[in-house]
């Protein structure tokens, strides 16, 4: 007996191997004790609905997908950096702006200033809008804390969202995204910190589920991220990278070594670099957005990744200076359209792929019996709209555990 059991609609299960967006039409999907208990077309069910279920629902000839899964965010910080989207408009790089002062850092000022409340009310607020297009699961660093107390409100405050609204929040945490004021020109005095302080209170706390680095010219270099890697591993915490995204510093290679969840960013990876990954079975996470946003020209991998059997996944990357991206709709336009994704690809990136990055392929990103029940419901003819319409959200429902809401 299913508690709920959903009828009148189309289903892109997203399983892989199957059909173009594992569709099928006229589907069925039965669900109990917040799994999907039942899968396929509704002329297999194996009995009479009424039977089957204690309440059968019309999804009045929607699309289902599974819930959208966003695997890489920073979603907790307080104000914003609009006048650097200025000065680079002005000809300011990336660099340049961080160098002087502003960049991650300002952002970490004005966290560090910000009570709890504030970061929980705003980090708030952006949750709303990505679930309002089916987000079901979502990861949020930290890393505009970069000192003990601020970094671990800000995983408090990931960790409290996820209880307070119906989303899975994965937490993960990013001690090493930059160089905070008080360690200038002591970079392995601050690595020796995170590693040593910050990280394994964050790990006893249990408040981070992994350890990600900014391993760039201007964040860490390789040796300092190992120092991270390792002393992850030592509390059992799984890491993952930003990796490659404005120069090529051998992040992919080591993402793969550290058999990463993934490496994120790629746009400089070389080539034995991206086979590493598809060998370790890391996860290569695409970023349109800050790429749109801070206008790059070298495009990631995106060959070289399916040659190597590389699992793509797409996600905002929503943070306040490369990426002030609210919209996982249009993460998934800008994949296609900047990247050439496939719409499947992009949808297969921000399902299947993106709890894979997440280390959640095994219970979430499918619809398929056993998962959880995480499913977002569309108005649309075909799964290739969600890539195609900007700025429109056909989203009509989403169930997350079973629950509608
Ligand atoms: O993913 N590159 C490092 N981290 C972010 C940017 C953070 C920021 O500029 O505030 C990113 O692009
Ligand atoms: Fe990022």
């Known amino acids: 007996m299913y508690d709920t059991l959903w009828l009148n609609a189309n289903l892109a299960t997203m399983r892989s191997g199957a059909a173009p967006y594992g569709a099928i ?53 307080a104000g914003n950096r609009a006048n ?13 702006i961080a160098r002087a002062g502003g960049g991650i850092v300002s952002t970490v000022r004005k966290t560090r200033d910000a009570s709890d409340i504030e970061l929980a009310t705003t980090a708030a607020a952006r949750l709303k809008r990505l679930m309002d297009e089916g987000v079901t699961t979502i990861e949020i660093k930290s890393g505009y804390g970069l000192d003990m107390d601020t970094e671990l409100r800000m995983l408090r405050v990931a960790r409290m969202l996820g209880s307070t609204a119906p989303v899975t929040v994965k937490t993960t945490f ?24 910050v990280l394994p209170a964050a790990a006893q706390a249990g408040l981070a589920d992994a350890v990600d680095a900014f391993c760039e010219v201007i964040g860490f ?12 591993g030592a509390h059992g915490l799984p890491v993952k990278l930003h ?30 670099g991206i086979a ?27 060959d070289a990744m399916r040659r190597h059997g590389v699992p793509i996944a797409l996600a905002t990357d929503s943070n306040p200076g490369s990426s002030p991206l609210l919209s996982i709709l249009l993460a ?33 990103g499918t619809i ?38």
């Open 243 to 272: 990796a490659d995204q404005r120069s090529d510093f051998g992040g992919a290679a080591l993402a793969a070594r550290y058999k990463a969840l993934s490496a994120d960013h790629l746009e400089f990876a070389g080539e034995p």
């Open 174 to 197: 990013l001690g090493a995204h930059a160089l905070p004021e008080e360690y200038k020109g002591r970079p392995d005095a601050y690595i020796d910190f995170v590693a040593d302080e």
């Open 84 to 96: 650097e989207f200025e000065m680079r408009l002005g000809g300011a790089t990336y660099e340049d």
């Open 276 to 302: 590493a990954m598809g060998k370790a079975g890391t996860v290569g996470v695409l970023l349109p957005g800050a790429f749109y946003f801070l206008r790059e020209k070298q495009l990631p991998p995106v």
């Open 332 to 364: 998934m336009n800008l994949a296609c359209t900047l990247f050439r994704l496939t719409p499947e690809e992009a949808l297969a990136g921000i399902t299947r792929n993106g709890a894979k990055a997440l280390g959640m392929g095994g219970t979430h």
């Open 368 to 405: 398929e019996a056993g998962k959880a029940a995480d499913l977002a419901f569309w108005q649309v003819g075909s799964p290739g709209e969600l890539a195609y319409a900007m700025g429109a959200n056909p989203c009509v429902k989403v169930v997350r555990a079973g629950e509608a809401s």
């Open 221 to 232: 270099t390789p040796a300092q991220t190992i120092r991270v890697f390792d002393a992850a």
């Open 25 to 77: 039409h006229d589907g069925a999907i039965g669900i109990a004790g917040g799994k999907i208990a039942w899968v396929g077309a509704r002329a297999e069910l194996p009995g009479e609905a009424e039977k089957l279920a204690q309440e059968v629902c019309d999804a009045e000839r929607a699309w289902i997908t599974p819930g959208l899964v966003d695997c890489h965010t920073h979603l907790v910080y």
